[in-house]
């Protein structure tokens, strides 16, 4: 039982996670809301890369890899998104 406990408790936190960005969607708004959800997610994302891809006891070459491909991911979104707001 020991070796499920930290998935349980990671997904109990995905789920608590997850229904804080439901109800920041449906009871606030404009920026706020926008906060709100973003960091929900960004937080679920933390929680899946760490616990669930192993990176949790992964040696520290593998979290540069894993930190840098997440920084490389952002940056090619704001790029994206900075090209599709100037057309």
């Known amino acids: 039982m020991n070796e499920f406990r930290p998935y349980l408790l990671t997904w109990v936190v995905l ?5 804080i960005v439901v109800i920041g969607a ?5 920026l706020l809301a926008l906060a709100v959800v ?3 997610a960004l937080c679920m994302i933390g929680a ?3 616990m669930f891809m192993g990176l949790r006891t992964a040696d520290a ?3 540069v890899y ?12 704001v790029l994206t ?3 599709y707001v100037t057309r």
């Open 15 to 19: 789920l608590a996670l997850l229904g």
């Open 26 to 30: 449906e009871l606030l708004t404009g």
């Open 38 to 40: 973003l960091g929900g």
């Open 48 to 50: 899946i890369i760490i």
């Open 61 to 63: 070459l593998m979290k």
């Open 66 to 77: 894993a930190t840098g491909g997440v920084l490389w991911l952002g940056f090619l979104i």
């Open 81 to 83: 998104m900075a090209d």
